[in-house]
């Protein structure tokens, strides 16, 4: 018997393929792993899932474990000198052509048109997943932009509840909900749309940040995005159609001009440090008024308010208007109760407030009041700036109202170069100073706005006072008699 299988017992093989079964007797799920000789490595397959894996985790499937249901079903084993013959670089194209050459034509035909069906499968299925990836991306990006949705909604209110100028008792409580935060600049100034731009843009670069996706993907992503939004009856018409690329309709995003509106954020903000200041330097010394109306017309004469910031219009010449038309109220009855008190030294405040009252766009059936009370308390004013213009007389409208002989643009430039405006126009200090967006700047600035407006006739009383404390503003009481 030795002598029969002795030769056997002399040639050696190799172990070349292990068929695995996983699960229970009678039902489970069966894998193989081959052993590829060139590359010297173990390849799994399961099912469409082909992968490199390492020995030991051949090893440990086909032997199994405690707590394992995976154990080897079938082993396949080759000759060493097979083995060695495929481990051996080879010319591919000749293997192939002589494998071609030993199968009948139409045999041969049928399994080029089987791989062709094989391989269309493939890629559709690749391109199914790949879009289905596409879609989880876009999904991301919704779920980030709906929680900043839900944060936007009561900073919204915040925005809404701002205050009506045109109302005499809600005027005194404005605020400027731009100081807390970006999105409220962009609320007040352009709209909620540009909001939801600039939420949706920082939702996608986080998500394009957190899940990697290709430039090539993002279009593919951004039209997802688009019919999600769409779907969820949310505003999407920042995201436009550009064109189909290789896997369908692409969209981009129309981004806001950061850059423009950022400079413009930086703006709005240091006009309202401007006005901080100002009422903040009224407060602490109420002779300051005229330098704090001189510090409001800075910002009215350096920038075109009414076209380029309407709130902000609004809350300086509401401050100035009533600064201006109680100080002169204010005048006028000192003038009558005291004559023998001088009130010179008002003139030159007086002339300013002339100059702002026929510059600034106040509606004339407010104005006219207070430019005849100048003319009352000062006739020689009029005159003597028809003398600096040029002229011998400053000249009436119909309704008998002075009118500046030059231009709005003339006048502006004009008060922007006035002492009292020069006095306090250093926009580059005000710019290093100014406080960041938050809660803080919003409430200083409320809170400032609100002191002024709710003790305007105090203050300009304050100030008239400083100035001229022999003032008397009403008949004096007649002294009552002993008993």
């Not at 048109?113 to 199914?128: A, T």
């Not at 919204?156 to 100028?165: E, L």
């Not at 002024?452 to 503003?473: N, W």
């Amino acid at each position: 018997i030795e002598e029969a299988w002795g030769g056997l017992r002399q040639r050696t093989f190799e172990l070349y393929a292990i068929w695995v079964h996983q699960g229970i007797a009678g039902s489970g799920h069966y894998l193989a792993y081959l052993r590829d000789w060139r590359n010297d490595r173990w390849v799994r397959f399961d099912d469409e899932r082909v992968s490199v894996v390492a020995w030991e985790d051949v090893r440990a499937a086909a032997v199994g474990q405690e707590g394992s249901n995976t154990s080897a079903y079938v082993l396949a084993y080759v000759e060493s000198s097979v083995a060695a013959e495929q481990s051996k670089p080879r010319d591919e194209a000749a293997a192939r052509s002589r494998a071609e050459a030993a199968l009948p034509p139409e045999l041969l035909r049928e399994i080029r048109l089987d791989n062709e069906r094989l391989g269309e499968e493939l890629r559709r299925r690749e391109g199914l997943l790949a879009e289905q990836e596409l879609k989880r991306h876009a999904g991301a990006v919704f779920q980030h932009y709906a929680g900043l949705i839900h944060q936007w909604e009561p900073l919204k209110r915040t925005g809404d509840s701002a205050g009506n100028p045109h109302d005499q008792v809600a005027r005194k409580n404005l605020h400027d909900p731009a100081l807390l935060k970006f999105e409220l600049f962009l609320y007040r100034m352009h709209g909620e749309h540009e909001v939801w731009t600039s939420l949706l843009t920082q939702s996608l670069e986080a998500q394009r940040k957190a899940r990697q996706w290709t430039p090539e993907d993002e279009g593919r992503v951004l039209q997802h995005l688009a019919c999600t939004l769409r779907g969820q009856k949310c505003y999407a018409s920042m995201l436009q159609e550009a064109g189909t690329g290789k896997h369908g309709i692409e969209c981009k995003l129309v981004s806001l001009d950061m850059p423009k509106l950022l400079a413009q954020y930086n703006i709005v903000l240091i006009q309202a440090h401007v006005v901080d200041e100002a009422l903040r330097a009224l407060q602490e010394d109420s002779s300051q008024l005229v330098a704090a109306i001189g510090r409001l017309a800075f910002l009215w004469a350096r920038w075109n308010l009414e076209l380029e910031d309407k709130f902000r219009q609004n809350e300086v010449l509401l401050i100035m208007s009533t600064l201006i038309y109680n100080t002169l109220g204010l005048l006028e009855k000192g003038r009558r109760y005291s004559p023998d008190v001088s009130v010179e030294i008002f003139q030159p405040a007086c002339e300013y407030f002339l100059l702002l009252l026929l510059a600034v766009e106040w509606p004339k059936t407010w104005k006219s009041q207070p430019i005849q009370q100048i003319q009352n308390v000062f006739p020689q004013i009029a005159p003597a700036l028809a003398k600096q213009w040029g002229k011998d007389s400053v000249k009436k409208d119909a309704s008998g109202m002075l009118q500046h002989p030059h231009s709005l643009a003339e006048q502006k430039e004009a008060l922007l170069r006035h002492p009292l405006t020069q006095a306090h126009a250093q926009w580059d200090a005000y710019e290093a100073e100014r406080p960041e967006p938050g809660e803080d700047f919003f409430e200083r600035h409320r809170s400032l706005y609100g002191w002024v407006m709710r003790r305007d006739e105090a203050i300009a009383q304050e100030y008239v006072l400083s100035q001229a404390p022999g003032l008397r503003f009403s008949e004096p009481r007649p002294a009552v008699a002993a008993q």
